[in-house]
Nanobody, 126 residues
């Protein structure tokens, strides 16, 4: 069992940047899959990016070239670097963990993950 806690959200103008952090306590296991999801009001939770223990990562089409996921093992922290933010990026962002490889999961589905953080709000103004 792991505990996840997000931080780094806030309000930013369009074109700005934010870095979200997800600190993880507990045994993350090996292999593992970690992901960032987001959910805007009235919309379904959607995957932003995912990474797994072999170092590979993937990003949703809307995130490619703008958002970058990374895992810092020494800090037990999952990061999401977000650049060129748009108002449509406004949402609550969540991190998720599952102790298996992403390729063995429907990793883009929130139903694939059992461990979640509480979320951090990102608001992008035009």
């Amino acid at each position: 069992q792991v505990h996840l806690e997000e931080s780094g959200g806030g309000s930013v103008q369009a074109g700005g940047s934010l870095r979200l952090a997800c600190t993880i306590q507990g045994n993350i296991g090996s292999p593992w899959c970690m992901a960032w999801f987001r959910q805007a009001p009235g919309k379904e939770r959607e995957v932003v990016a995912a990474t797994e223990s072999d170092g590979s990562s993937s990003a949703a089409s809307f995130a490619q070239g703008r958002f970058f996921i990374s895992w810092e093992n020494a800090e037990s922290t999952l990061y999401l670097e977000m650049n060129s933010l748009k108002p449509d990026d406004s949402a609550t962002y969540y991190c998720a963990h599952e102790p298996t490889r992403c390729i063995w999961l429907a990793y883009s589905s929130p139903r694939a993950y059992n461990s979640w953080g509480q979320g951090t709000q990102v608001t992008v103004s035009s």
